[in-house]
Nanobody, 126 residues
């Protein structure tokens, strides 16, 4: 059974920080490119960041550049998203995704990923 499970979401004050984790079972991350997406109510799911399996290629959405950092630990089959200086506009359900075809590439597109988690809610509010 292939599983992708996000955790670490919650309610934080503006300017605060959260670290999201994505634990994978049933397959290893070595040959998979990964990405984080988010979806706010009534909006389309959008890419936040991606990371190739080698760690050489990274991309960030303009809205989070300089504030968010994506990382991976293939040995632990775990993906992370460190989020700093959070804004109310960051409020959304956050999803992680992986795909073997992406591999070393860094792809910011929903349709390119086969494996998805259930999402974790991030709410930024005072």
């Amino acid at each position: 059974q292939l599983q992708v499970v996000e955790s670490g979401g919650g309610l934080v004050q503006p300017g605060g920080s959260l670290r999201l984790s994505c634990s994978v079972s049933g397959f290893t991350l070595d040959y998979h490119g990964i990405a984080w997406f988010r979806q706010a109510p009534g909006k389309e799911r959008e890419a936040v960041s991606c990371l190739g399996n080698s760690g050489r290629y990274t991309k960030y959405a303009d809205s989070v550049k300089g504030r968010f950092t994506i990382s991976r630990d293939n040995a632990k089959n775990t993906v992370y998203l460190q989020m700093n200086s959070l804004k109310p506009e960051d409020t959304a359900v956050y999803y992680c995704a992986a795909d073997a075809a992406v591999r070393a590439m860094c792809v910011m597109g929903v349709g390119q990923y086969d494996y998805w988690g259930q999402g974790t809610q991030v709410t930024v509010s005072s």
